[in-house]
């Protein structure tokens, strides 16, 4: 979900160089994204409280979690 979120803020944010492909897809068809509902600031938020859950999970599992811990923060924060 936090992947898709991100996705769907990038869409609307970012410019079609940035991203690799058509920014601004979303809101041309009219699609019910998380930003469109609840604002880019509070989609943002989302992202940011569903990847700190999905790292404080891995925590008991330590060094072998690492690199998903790592993959979780990139996809977060990724800017295309």
Do not use: N
């Not at 998380?34 to 940011?48: C, T």
């Not at 999970?57 to 977060?76: E, N, S, V, W």
Request: charged share 25%.
């Amino acid at each position: 979900l936090a992947f898709q979120i991100r996705d769907d803020v990038l869409d609307g944010t970012a410019s079609t160089a940035a991203l690799g492909k058509s920014a601004g897809k979303d809101r041309e068809a009219a699609k019910l994204t998380w930003p469109a509902l609840h604002g880019l600031a509070a989609s943002q938020a989302e992202v940011e409280r569903l990847s700190a859950r999905a790292t404080a999970l891995l925590k008991p599992f330590g060094t072998p979690a690492r690199d998903l811990a790592d993959l979780i923060h990139a996809m977060a924060t990724r800017a295309s």
